[in-house]
C-alpha cells in the first residue's frame, strides 16, 4: 500500500512527468535509427504529418480544443509567431535526424549540453536580461570549449551548434506567446504551418520513387507513423510537469536528455571519442556544472527572500 501511494505521488508531483519526457527525448536517436532506410528530409515530412493527424486526434478529445485553434488563426500576430516556431523547430528536427541518422549523436547531445547556454545569452542578446558572473564564466567556458575542440578536431561542430542555436531561437520566439498557448495548441499550429512543405517533400520523394513510407513494409510505415505520439507525448509530459515541479529542478533535469544522447552514441552507436574531443565536453559538462549551480542558489537566496 505504501509503495502504491508513493507511486501516486511520485506521478502526481510532476517528477514522473518530467523523467518521462527527458527520458524520452534521450532515447531518440533509438528511434531514428529504426527508421532506416528512409532518408532525412523523408522521415521528418512524416514526422509533421503523423504529428500533426495525431494531435487533431486529441483535440478531439478535449473539450474547446478545436475552438482554440481557430481563435489563434484569426489573431495574425498569434499566427505570426508561431509560423516562425514552425520553421524554427522544422530546422531543428530536420537537423536533429540528420545527427541522429549520419554518426553524428554526439554533436547532437553537445547541442543539447549547451543549450541552456545559448537561450541565456540569446536573453542579453535580444531582452537585455543580465547574467550572473558564474553564467558569465559557463557561456565563456562552454565557447572557448567548442573553439578548442573545432582547432584540435579539426571541425566545427555545425550540426551542435545548429540544433543548440534553432531550439535557442524557437524558445526566444514563442516567449512572446506569453504562456498564452497550451503545448497541444501550439503543436497543431507549428505541424499545421509545417504541412505545406511536408507534402511536398514526401511528393517529391513519391515522384521520384525513393519514398519508403509504403514500400518497406507495414513495419516500416508504422514506425514511420509512431513518429506523431513519440513527438506529442513528450510535449504533454512537459506542460503537465511544468505546471507543478519548479522551475530550477525541470533545468537540472534537462541534462538527462543530452546525457542519455552521448551513452547511445558512445555505448551503441560506436561512434569516435578523440582525447581532443572529450575534452571538449568535459570543458562543456564543467560549464554545464557552473551555470546549474548557479541557477540553483540564485533560486534558493530567491525563495528565502520571500
Known amino acids: 500500500m505504501k509503495e502504491a501511494e508513493q507511486a501516486h505521488g511520485f506521478l502526481k508531483n510532476g517528477t ?31 514526422r509533421v504529418v503523423f504529428s500533426l ?7 478531439a478529445l478535449t473539450r474547446g480544443g478545436f475552438a482554440r485553434v481557430i481563435s489563434l488563426m484569426k489573431s495574425p500576430r498569434m499566427l505570426g509567431i508561431l509560423a516562425a516556431c514552425a ?20 554533436d547532437a547531445s553537445l547541442g543539447y549540453f549547451i543549450n541552456p547556454l545559448v537561450s541565456v545569452f540569446l536573453g542579453v542578446l535580444f531582452l537585455g536580461e543580465r547574467l550572473r558572473p558564474a553564467q558569465w564564466i559557463a557561456v565563456a567556458l562552454a565557447g572557448i570549449s567548442i573553439i578548442l575542440m573545432s582547432i584540435f578536431y579539426g571541425q566545427v561542430p555545425w550540426l551542435g551548434l545548429g540544433l ?17 498557448v497550451t503545448p497541444l495548441t501550439s503543436l497543431t499550429l507549428e505541424t499545421l504551418v509545417l504541412l505545406p512543405l511536408a507534402l511536398l517533400s514526401m511528393g517529391i520523394f513519391f515522384s521520384t520513387g525513393t519514398a519508403t ?7 516500416h510505415f508504422w514506425i514511420l507513423a509512431a513518429s506523431g505520439i513519440i513527438t506529442a507525448v513528450p510535449l504533454l509530459l512537459f506542460a503537465d510537469a ?9 533545468g537540472m533535469a534537462q541534462y538527462i536528455t543530452p546525457t542519455l544522447q552521448f551513452l547511445i552514441a558512445f555505448f551503441i552507436f560506436d561512434e569516435p571519442l578523440t582525447t581532443e574531443r572529450l575534452l571538449g565536453f568535459i570543458g562543456i559538462w564543467i560549464a554545464c556544472l557552473i551555470f546549474a549551480s548557479s541557477t ?11
Open 213 to 219: 513510407l509504403v514500400s518497406e513494409g507495414s513495419a
Open 16 to 46: 514522473g512527468s518530467i523523467l518521462g519526457t527527458y527520458l524520452l527525448w534521450g532515447a531518440l536517436p533509438l528511434y531514428f535509427a529504426l527508421t532506416a532506410p528512409a532518408h532525412a528530409f523523408e522521415v521528418v515530412s512524416a
Open 296 to 306: 540553483m542558489r540564485h533560486s534558493r537566496t530567491a525563495r528565502k527572500a520571500q
Open 87 to 106: 520553421l524554427l523547430i522544422g530546422a531543428n528536427w530536420t537537423l536533429y535526424v540528420v545527427a541522429t541518422t549520419s554518426g553524428h549523436t554526439l
Open 164 to 180: 543548440a542555436g534553432s531550439f535557442g531561437f524557437y524558445g526566444l520566439v514563442k516567449s512572446k506567446l506569453g504562456g498564452k
Open 242 to 250: 511544468a505546471s507543478k515541479l519548479p522551475l530550477n529542478v525541470i
Open 53 to 59: 493527424i495525431f494531435c487533431v486526434f486529441l483535440l
